[in-house]
Nanobody, 124 residues
């Protein structure tokens, strides 16, 4: 299984970006998926989660109302629409997935597969 994240870039505060995560293989629809991010000098932190069907999502408090996670099981792709970006959103964003996330959607250890990360830089 391979996860390929893309869509990062350098933007100004208030701008928007959409991240994508393409998952290889035919088991994407059986994977719970999430986005994490890691800023310089900080630990990797949970950003958002989506369940198998896309009917249930969770967000870190700091991104609620600004970020929207979604998935297209037919295209093996997950998205993170990021609006009203702030300088504190600057980080490398990682997509992650796996079949055993369960209720522990904010724990890195519950995700079996990780993408390589895409850099998001927000200038003030």
């Amino acid at each position: 299984v391979q996860l390929q994240a893309s869509g990062g870039g350098l933007v100004r505060a208030g701008d928007s970006l959409r991240l994508s995560c393409v998952v290889s293989g035919r088991t994407f629809s059986t994977y719970y998926m999430g986005w994490f991010r890691q800023a310089p000098g900080k630990e990797r932190e949970f950003v958002s989660y989506i369940n198998l069907s896309g009917s249930r999502t969770y967000y870190q408090d700091s991104v609620k109302g600004r970020f929207t996670i979604s998935r297209n099981n037919a295209e093996n792709t997950m998205y993170l629409q990021m609006n009203s970006l702030k300088p504190e959103d600057t980080a490398v964003y990682y997509c992650a997935g796996g079949p055993r996330v369960g209720n522990f959607y904010d724990l890195r250890s519950r995700y079996d597969y990780w993408g390589q990360g895409t850099q998001v830089t927000v200038s003030s």
